[in-house]
C-alpha cells in the first residue's frame, strides 16, 4: 500500500500541473481497493488503464481494514467457486517475491445445535477442538468443524501485487482523486477534481459507494447495503501463535493469532451508510464479553480497534459484469466478507465480460437480477 499522503500520477506531468487535462483510456477504473486493483491489473494486459482512488492512498477503505483469511468453505455459495478459483493466482502470484498464504486453519466451534456441514471441513469433538486451542472451554462445546485449508493472506502483498502489474503494464494510478460525475456516451466522461479523463468503458469498483457511483452516471442502483464490522486486537497468551482462527458457529465472534496479538471481532454485520467506518465501544464490549465466556482468555484490554464495511447486494452474493441499461458501465461491487480471497477469479471474470459483452442471462453476479 501507498505511503500516506503520498500522490501517485503515472500521467504526463505537464498535463496535471495545468490542473484540467483530457486524456483518453481505454477503462476507466473507480476505486483503489482490492476490487479496483485487481480488475484493473488484468484488464491493463490488453488496454490502456487509468485507476482513479478518492483518498490520498490506496486500500484505505474495507481492503485495509480485512481479518485477511483465505477461509474455503466462506461466503455466499454462489462466490465459492471464485475463492476456490483465485487459489491459482495465490499460489503463484507474479509481481511478489513470497508467499501470500502461510497456514492457519479455521475452527468452526458449536456450543448448541448439529455441527454445520462445510465442505472440507471435518467434524471434530469438543475435546479435540480443545487441544487445538486450550483456552476453549471444552465443557460448553458440543463439537467443532475443522478446516485445515484455510490460511492467512498477506492481504498487503497481494494489493501490492496487483498495483505492480498494473504499473508494468503501462496503467495509470491517480489518488486524492474523487469521481463526481460520469457522463455516458462515446467515450464516457469521467469528471474529477483533476480534471476529464475519457475513456470507452467504466468499472465501478468503489466498494460501498457503489451505488453512489452508479447514481453517479445517471443509472440504477443494485440495492447495496455496506454492513459494519468491528475488530480489535488483544495480547496474546504464550501458546496462541499455532492457533487456527476459531470461529462460532452462531456468528456470535471470532478470534484468530496475527503476530504477537490475538484478532478478535464480534462478527457483527450493522446496516450503515457509506462512511468511514469507526468501531463502537458497545460492539468491542460486547465481543469481549462472549469470547471471555467461551474461553480462558480473560481479555480485559484491548491494544487497538478498527471497524471497516463489508458491503452486500440484496442476494448476499456478488455484482460482476456490464449494467444491463449502459453496457459499457461494469459493476465489480457487493464482495461482502469475501472481497480479497475472491479478487483474483473476481478480476478475471470481469476481463472476460468486458470483452464477451452482454452477460447470458440467469449468470452469477450479473447486475441485471436485480431489475
Ligand atoms: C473486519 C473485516 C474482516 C474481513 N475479513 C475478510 C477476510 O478474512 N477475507 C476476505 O476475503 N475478505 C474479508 N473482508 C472483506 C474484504 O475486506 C472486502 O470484501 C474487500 O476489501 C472489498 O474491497 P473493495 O475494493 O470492493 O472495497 P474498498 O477496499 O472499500 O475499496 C473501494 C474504494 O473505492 C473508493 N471510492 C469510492 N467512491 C469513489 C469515488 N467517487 N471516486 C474515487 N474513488 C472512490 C474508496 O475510497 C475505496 O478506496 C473483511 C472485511 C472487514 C471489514
Request: charged content about 20%; overall charge negative.
Amino acid at each position: 500500500m501507498t505511503q500516506p499522503g503520498r500522490r501517485e500520477i503515472g500521467v504526463d506531468r505537464r498535463l496535471s500541473t495545468l490542473g484540467w487535462m483530457n486524456t483518453r483510456f481505454d477503462v476507466v477504473v473507480v476505486g483503489g481497493g482490492i476490487a479496483g486493483v485487481s480488475a484493473a491489473a488484468e484488464l491493463s494486459r490488453n488496454r490502456t488503464v487509468v485507476l482513479l482512488e478518492r483518498e490520498p492512498t490506496l486500500a484505505y477503505h474495507t481492503t485495509g481494514r480485512s481479518a485477511a483469511l483465505f477461509f474455503g468453505s466462506y461466503g455466499h455459495p454462489d462466490t465459492i467457486p471464485l475463492t476456490r478459483a483465485s487459489l491459482e493466482w495465490f499460489n503463484d502470484p507474479p509481481h511478489v517475491d513470497h508467499p501470500v498464504l502461510t497456514p492457519r486453519g479455521a475452527m468452526t466451534v458449536v456450543f448448541s445445535g448439529a455441527l454445520p456441514d462445510l465442505a472440507g471441513g471435518i467434524p471434530i469433538t469438543a475435546e479435540e477442538a480443545a487441544e487445538r486451542v486450550p483456552a476453549l472451554r471444552s465443557d460448553l462445546l458440543v463439537g467443532a468443524v475443522w478446516e485445515p485449508d484455510a490460511t492467512d493472506m498477506d492481504v498487503a502483498g497481494i494489493h501490492q501485487a496487483y498495483v505492480r502489474q498494473l504499473r508494468s503494464n503501462g496503467g495509470t494510478i491517480v489518488t486524492s482523486s474523487e469521481v463526481t460525475a460520469l457522463r455516458a456516451g462515446s467515450p464516457w466522461r469521467v469528471i474529477t477534481p483533476d480534471g476529464i479523463w475519457e475513456a470507452d468503458h467504466v468499472v465501478n469498483a468503489a466498494g460501498a459507494w457503489g451505488d453512489e457511483v452508479a447514481r453517479l452516471a445517471g443509472l440504477r442502483p443494485v440495492g447495496l447495503t455496506p454492513k459494519r464490522r468491528t475488530a480489535f486486537m488483544v495480547a496474546a497468551t504464550p501458546d496462541s501463535e499455532r492457533w487456527p482462527l476459531v470461529t462460532d458457529a452462531g456468528h456470535n465472534f471470532y478470534f484468530k493469532p496475527d503476530g504477537t496479538q490475538l484478532l478478535c471481532s464480534l462478527a457483527d454485520e450493522t446496516p450503515s451508510e457509506p462512511v468511514d467506518a469507526r468501531p463502537e465501544d458497545i460492539d468491542i464490549a460486547l465481543a469481549i464479553e462472549r469470547i471471555n465466556d467461551a474461553t480462558t482468555l480473560q481479555i480485559r484490554s484491548i491494544r487497538s480497534s478498527w471497524a471497516g464495511l463489508r458491503t452486500f447486494a440484496p442476494d448476499g452474493s456478488m455484482v460482476i459484469g456490464p449494467d444491463p441499461d449502459e453496457p459499457t458501465f461494469h459493476w465489480l461491487v457487493g464482495q461482502g466478507g469475501t472481497g480479497i480471497q475472491t479478487a483474483p477469479a473476481a478480476a478475471l471474470l470481469l476481463d472476460e465480460l468486458l470483452i464477451g459483452g452482454p452477460t447470458p442471462a440467469g449468470a452469477p453476479f450479473d447486475p441485471a437480477r436485480f431489475r
